[in-house]
């Protein structure tokens, strides 16, 4: 359990979590038997290929973090081209899911150096006396 804390801290865990959810969850409403699917294309080609790319995305957010800027414009792309292409974006859940995930990737940062460095230095500057 302790190790894979360790992996989630050096990458942009949640945001590639909730952007492959997304995908996998336009791909579920796909297969929805409700008269209110929407296929447009060649039998829905796009339907299928947007959410497929979006869950590909997250997956690769979590593996390959150093890509993240690029996985994750692409995610929000495809998650707001679900709108037209799938049933409403998987009926504005996975497209939520998809868009919250790929800003969450996309706003993520390394931690540069040890949280006790940093506190180690600001404890021994010395303030600056006033004129």
Same mark, same amino acid.
């Given at each position: 359990?302790?190790?894979?804390?360790?992996?989630?801290?050096?990458?942009?865990?949640?945001?590639? #979590? $909730?952007?492959?959810?997304? /995908?996998?969850?336009?791909?579920?409403?796909?297969?929805?038997?409700?008269?209110?699917?929407?296929?447009?294309g060649?039998?829905?080609?796009?339907? *299928?290929?947007?959410?497929?790319?979006?869950?590909?995305? /997250?997956?690769?957010?979590l593996?390959?973090?150093?890509?993240? #800027?690029? *996985?994750?414009?692409?995610?929000? $792309?495809?998650?707001? /081209?679900?709108?037209v292409?799938?049933? #409403?974006? /998987?009926?504005?859940?996975?497209?939520?899911?998809?868009?919250?995930?790929?800003?969450?990737?996309?706003?993520?940062?390394?931690?540069?150096?040890?949280?006790?460095? +940093?506190?180690?230095?600001? +404890? +021994?500057?010395?303030?600056?006396?006033?004129?």
């Amino acid at each position: 359990m302790v190790a894979f804390r360790r992996w989630r801290a050096v990458r942009p865990f949640w945001g590639g #979590l $909730l952007l492959a959810l997304g /995908g996998a969850e336009i791909l579920v409403t796909e297969k929805a038997s409700l008269k209110v699917v929407m296929h447009i294309g060649m039998q829905g080609l796009a339907g *299928y290929l947007l959410p497929t790319l979006m869950l590909i995305l /997250g997956l690769l957010i979590l593996f390959n973090p150093t890509q993240r #800027l690029f *996985y994750s414009i692409l995610g929000a $792309l495809l998650s707001l /081209g679900t709108w037209v292409t799938s049933n #409403l974006g /998987g009926f504005f859940i996975g497209l939520v899911l998809g868009v919250v995930g790929s800003c969450l990737a996309f706003g993520w940062l390394p931690d540069q150096e040890p949280r006790r460095a +940093r506190s180690w230095r600001r +404890r +021994r500057q010395e303030p600056v006396p006033l004129p």
